[in-house]
Every structure is written in structure tokens, then in C-alpha cells.
């Protein structure tokens, strides 16, 4: 229902900074969102797409109104609006159908992540069907940083203290872009005199204000933040109590830091031994704040990479310190999403949660006692084309747009299209719903019901729904319990797995008993108690109880228990793979105006960044005879397919290293691929492996490529829509 008029405290739900927003309702419609000034979390910050492309979704034209039910061949754009009870209904049979076909575990459900309220649905549908697998696109994001933080033993994720450090250590993290409030914070922090050390190949505004900046090769940080921690260790300037009383590991560590002197790492990285010595001096003057992201995530060293410098962050004893990286607090018996799936109320029995598509490669990834309880994507996709180790045969995606986001754009499609009955919960119509055969219409950030832990802030958020669905959106809360009880009805027990009647009461089940709900929705978030520095009472969970800078959980998974360093994916290439794939590619760089692949439609986005952009250094421009604005194909040596991208001749990135965004497609163009097999930049990567050996991640970065002219006549797109 829509609310009377007025301003309403809210949270931004369209990523996951969580922007404290204000939602002004006039005459029924969301005439502004901006930022919540008084938000103790993101103090005012804010970016574009909570101002525009938040109201724009929400009241596009472009919006799914109805459910719809495919009436042509697939693929072919012919839908007929059905109504919800016809689509659950649907569903209900069309599930129930593979199940009792194929088995329960050829049901698969694909999210975004655990941490929205979807990704639990996603994940319940599958368990109450007996069914556990489900994919999710963590293993591209976050995972390694997730798992090397488990691991160890820190709980350091989301908690850095960028506004009362002293130094920050800022490695493949573009927060600028990425995250505004981070990126407000840093700045107040260096106009106060704090120090920051970037480790980026690329020149980001961070890198610009930087007090040492490292330039290294694609993949080779784990060799900085190692040669980092033998500087320490010999100069004696790591935190010896800290140690001492909660790490394990510390000799053998010191051992493995000590085989990465500053020269031997300056020469594998590609940077110099002094700044190494002064980056490594200057951090353990803390306190000092680690700000990592995705460009030393995902890819087939990742979790190694940040084994290195999470146990260059507990020796110097930053953890849970003001200024430092401090463990996530909750209040008293919050649950999140991730509680939930490894509740052994909800969980499946172990016999049938093992089954778990990768678990056998990846146990702490996939399956019961994986990160998230999900599987192995690229396993997944091989088991829908395949039918090894069992047939996969029905997918219910909710939240990520798989066909632009995944890696073998043209291998993901394949995929889909060979599935017995695909259903999507969307905005609107992408890449991936348009291969379905039910779509269903999702509600946005102003119209549903969402709260959530903010663990920079140590403060509860609330979004509020001001106002009604348009057409006959629902939340996904809402049509999955009632899917839920349509199963029901047909003889599947699924009340274990969705006992509550209404979001509302998931979300005070979500809040447990100290968050007070009335203060949650009056001021859009609420404060908790919490202490720092509380080792003895909060322990650490790990087999040893303690930091584990050598690692039990890894030994267990027969992989190296110590970080490590591996030379990086190009420069493992044979002479002849060099000479073909000349430049190094580097994905993901993140864009102002877009969400991945959301707002692609909005015009005033399309004005900001009409094109789909390569980075290319003046050196190579002048190398590979291009020039600004040039249309070129861009292949990688696992030659997937070839993504057309304009360049951007810059010194921004680094020689050798040509770089790009990602999440490209065009919804003006035909065909069910709307350009995702022509701008998307996954249609040139592999997801077949090399795989990082604890998340299964591939690599998004640091390909070997190659990069050619386009001819004029297959230039994808000409001006802005
Ligand atoms: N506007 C906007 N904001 C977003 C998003 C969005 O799509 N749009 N997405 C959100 C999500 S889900 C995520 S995961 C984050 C991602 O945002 P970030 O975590 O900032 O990740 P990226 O922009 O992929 O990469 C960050 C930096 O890593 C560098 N890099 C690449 N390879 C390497 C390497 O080998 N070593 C080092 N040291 N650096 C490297 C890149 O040059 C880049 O500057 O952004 C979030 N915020
Ligand atoms: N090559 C390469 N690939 C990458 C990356 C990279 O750097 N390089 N980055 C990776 C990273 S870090 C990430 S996080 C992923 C992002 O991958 P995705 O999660 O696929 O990205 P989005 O474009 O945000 O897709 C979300 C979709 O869900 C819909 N949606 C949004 N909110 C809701 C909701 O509440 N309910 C439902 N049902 N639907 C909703 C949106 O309309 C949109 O279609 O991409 C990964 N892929
Ligand atoms: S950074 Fe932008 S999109 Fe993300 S929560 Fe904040 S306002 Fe919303
Ligand atoms: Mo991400």
C-alpha cells in the first residue's frame, strides 16, 4: 500500500553499501530519493544510481507488469500475461514434473549472492524440494576474500574503519567508483593527515592521492603483501602481544615471508624494492585499515592472495582496533541470511546436502559445509549440458543475470537453452529471462521490505516500502512462500523450510530481540551494543580457537596451509601463446553509472557512458597502431568468442595491460542475446578453469588477449539509444 505523502527514512537496496536514503512521496509517487544526511553509516554519502536509476526502474515502461508464459519457441520474444496463480501453478507442476522425472537434485536455483533476502529464498525453494544446489555468483565477487577471512579466523568483512585510520592499505580496490561512502571516508582521512598505500595496476583516483602507489603485474600481490610481512617480521615492528596471545602460526609464517625479500617480490611483481620496504613501514605505524575488493578476488589465486595480506593484517594487530579492520557485531540474536542456510533447522540431510554440485572439489565452497551451502557454477553448467554426475534439468533464477554475467557468455546460453523448464524473477526483460518459460515481475528498493546488518557501522538498516507494487510486481519473499504452499498442496513438505506467513514476520525473526523495531522504521536503522577487541569472550572459529596465520581447514583440503604466491595466469603462457595473446586483459572496472548489467535501458546512463570501453596505454595504442575510438574485438587465449569494445587510449592503465568494465548488453538490440554475445566481455572469457582450489573461482583478470580492428561494417552500436 502506497503511504500518505511526506519524507521517509529509507535504505538504499541497490547495492550493497546500503546508503542511508530519504524517500520523498508526493501525491503518491517517489518524486526524489536522496541521501539520509543523519545515517550514522553512510553520513550523507550517496551515488547516482539510488537518485536515478532507482526511481527510473521503478516507473520504467520497460518494467515486467505481469507474469508472462512463453508462446513462442524459445527465445523468440512471443509471451502471453498470465496471472500469478496460473505461473506458481505452473511452476509448481513444471518442478515437480523434473523432480519426479530426473530426481530432486536436477531442480538448481541461481541469486546473486546470500546476503539479499532472495538469495535465502532461492536457496529454501531448492532445499524444501529436496533439491541442493544452487548456484550463485560469489565465486566472481567476493568468495575468495570470504573464505581466506574464514579461514583465518578474522570476521573482518564489511568492517573497515576507514574513517579513523591512519594508514590505509588499499589493494584492488577502486572505491571511487565502487562505494561512495568508503570513498568519502578515505578522503576525510587523507585530508587529515592519514597515508594511504594503493596496490592497483591502474591509476585510480585513490592511486592519485596516494602516498606509495604499486604498480604490479595483474596477480601478483600475494609476493608484495608477503615480502610486506617479512619487513615487518625483521624490522620487529609487528604487534608481539597480539601475536602471541591470538595467532597461531606465527614461525611458520615468518619462514614462508622470509623466502620473499623485498627484491625477489619487487622482481615478481613488477614494482620496487623500496616502496615495498617503506609500504611495509608504514603500515605497521597503525593503526592501519586494509580496504580490499574484487581485483585480487576472483580469480584462480585469490584466496591465497588474501591469506597474504589478511595475515599481514593480524600481525600488526589491526583487527577489531578503532582505525583498524574490526569484526562484524550483531545485535543480540540477529539471525542474517547465511545463519539461516546453516541452521541445521533448515538444513537437508547430509546424505542429500553432499550431493551438492562441486563439493567433492571444493568442500568448503559447495555443499553443507561450503561458505554459503552453493555449488560449483562452472560444475553446474557442465552437469545441465552433460548430465554428469546426474542430470540437472529445471532452473529457477531470481536476481542475477546469469547470460551477461558469467563467465562463456555462449556456454551459459547453451546451458539455458537445453533446460527442460527455466523460470525468472526480474525487473525486466534481460539476456537470461528471455530464454525462460515463465518470467515473473519483481518489486524494487521502494516497494519492498528489507533489513539488514551494516557491519562498518554496527547499526541495523531498514528499507522501507513507500509505496505500492507497480502493475502486479511482488516481492520475492512473497511469491516463493506462496510457491512454497502451492508445493505444499501437491504433497511436499515444505512448511519446515518456509514457516513464516509474511515478510514481516521473516524479518523479526531475522532481528532477533534487541534491535527495537519501532525506532528500525521511524529513523530508517538502529543502533546495537557492542564492544571491540573482545577476543576472550567472542573467540575465533577456527580448529585452533586462535588467528590461524597457518591454516587447519586448509591442510584438511589438502591445499597449502601457508599463503602463497603462483606465478600469474599470463606469464605461465608458452612463447607461442605470447606472441598471440600479446596484452594483458583486466575485467570489472566498475562504472558510476551502472550496477553490473542493471539500468542499461536509462537513457541519461547511456548519456554518461554511452559506450562499452577498453583501456589501452599510449605505448600499446602506438604498439597495436589504434587509436581513440576505434571499435576492436577482444579474445583471450581460452577463445570463447570475441567481445567488440571502443578504445580509450589512457595512461590510466597500465602498459601491457588493456582493462575494461563489465555487464555490457543492449536492450535495444533484437535477438534474445540483446547484444550479449556482441559487447558483453564474458562472451571472451572461459569459465572452464584454471580454478582457484578452495572457491572454485576462475579468472576474470589477468588473461593473456589480443585485441584487432572491427571492421566497420560490424560495429555494434553507433551512437547512444
Ligand atoms: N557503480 C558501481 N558500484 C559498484 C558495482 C557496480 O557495478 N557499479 N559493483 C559492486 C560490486 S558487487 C563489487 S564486487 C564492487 C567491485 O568494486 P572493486 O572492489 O573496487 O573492484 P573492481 O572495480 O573490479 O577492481 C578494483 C581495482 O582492482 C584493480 N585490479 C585489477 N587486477 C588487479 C590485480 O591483479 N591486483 C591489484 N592489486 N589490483 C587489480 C583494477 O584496476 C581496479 O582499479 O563494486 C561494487 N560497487
Ligand atoms: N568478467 C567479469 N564478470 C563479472 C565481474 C567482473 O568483474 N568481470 N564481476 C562479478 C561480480 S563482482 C558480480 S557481484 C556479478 C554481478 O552479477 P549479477 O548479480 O548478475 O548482476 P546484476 O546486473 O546486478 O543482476 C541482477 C539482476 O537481478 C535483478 N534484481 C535486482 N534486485 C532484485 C530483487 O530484489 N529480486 C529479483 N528477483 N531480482 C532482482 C536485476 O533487475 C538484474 O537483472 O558479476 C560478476 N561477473
Ligand atoms: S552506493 Fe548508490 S546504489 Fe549503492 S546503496 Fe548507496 S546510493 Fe544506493
Ligand atoms: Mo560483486
Known sequence: MTKPDGIYPSTCWECSTRCGSLVTLENGHAARVGPNPDHPGSKGAFCVKGIRALPELTYSPNRIARPMRRAGPRGSGQWDE???????????????????EHGPESLIGAVSSAFFSRGA?????????????????????????????????????????????????????????????????????KENGAKFIVIDPAETPAAKLADIWLRPKPGSDA?????????????????????????SGFDELRKRAAQYMPARAAGLAGVSADDIVTAARLYSDGPSCFVSGHGIDAFANGVQTFRAFHC???????????????????????????????????????????KALGTDAFPLWAGPKGWQTSVHNPTALDAILTGKPYPVRAMYVS?????????????????????DFLAVASHMMTPTSEVADIVLPKTTGLEEEEVSLEPSAQIVCYTNPVKAPEGEARTDFDFTTDLARRLESRGIDTRKFFPWETKQDFNEYLLGDEIDWYLLKKQGWAPFDFSLGNFEEAGFRTPSGKIELWSQMLDDIGVDPLPGYETPRAEQSNASEKRN???????????????HSRYRDQAWARKVSPFPLLQVHPDDAHRFDLSDGDWVAVETAGLKGACKLK????????????????????PEADGPEKGALDVNV???????????????????RGLPCRVTPVPESEIPMRETA
Open 399 to 419: 536476481g542475477v543475470n546469469i547470460a551477461v554475467t558469467y563467465p562463456d557468455t555462449r556456454k551459459v546460453l547453451a546451458a539455458l537453452n537445453s533446460l
Open 82 to 100: 498470465i496471472s500469478w496463480d496460473e505461473a506458481l501453478d505452473e511452476m509448481a507442476d513444471r518442478l515437480l514434473a523434473a523432480r519426479e
Open 682 to 700: 564474458n562472451v571472451a572469457l572461459s569459465y572452464d578453469g584454471p580454478w582457484d582450489p578452495v572457491t572454485g573461482s576462475a579468472d576474470t
Open 121 to 189: 529464498m532461492v536457496a529454501l525453494l531448492m532445499r524444501s524440494l529436496g533439491s541442493p544446489n544452487w548456484m550463485m555468483n560469489q565465486d566472481l565477487c567476493g568468495g575468495c576474500r570470504a573464505l581466506s577471512d574464514k579461514v583465518t579466523g578474522l570476521g573482518i568483512v564489511g568492517g573497515e574503519d576507514v574513517d579513523n585510520t591512519r594508514c590505509a592499505l588499499i589493494a584492488g580496490r577502486n572505491p571511487s567508483a565502487a562505494d561512495p561512502v568508503q570513498w568519502m571516508g578515505l578522503k576525510k582521512v
Open 647 to 666: 578504445v580509450a587510449v589512457t595512461p590510466e592503465t597500465d602498459t601491457g595491460t588493456v582493462r575494461t568494465g563489465m555487464g555490457w548488453w543492449l
Open 581 to 595: 595473446f600479446p596484452l594483458i586483459l583486466i575485467t570489472g572496472a566498475r562504472e558510476k553509472t551502472y550496477h
Open 223 to 247: 609476493a608484495i603483501a608477503l615480502a610486506m610481512t617479512h619487513v615487518i617480521i625483521e624490522e620487529d615492528l609487528y604487534d608481539r602481544n597480539f601475536v602471541e596471545n591470538w595467532t
Open 312 to 354: 599481514l593484517v593480524a600481525i600488526t594487530g589491526n583487527i577489531d582496533r578503532r582505525g583498524g579492520n574490526i569484526r562484524v557485531k550483531r545485535p543480540r540474536g540477529f539471525r542474517n541470511y547465511i545463519d539461516i542456510l546453516h541452521d541445521p533447522e533448515f538444513a537437508l540431510l547430509p546424505a542429500v546436502a553432499e
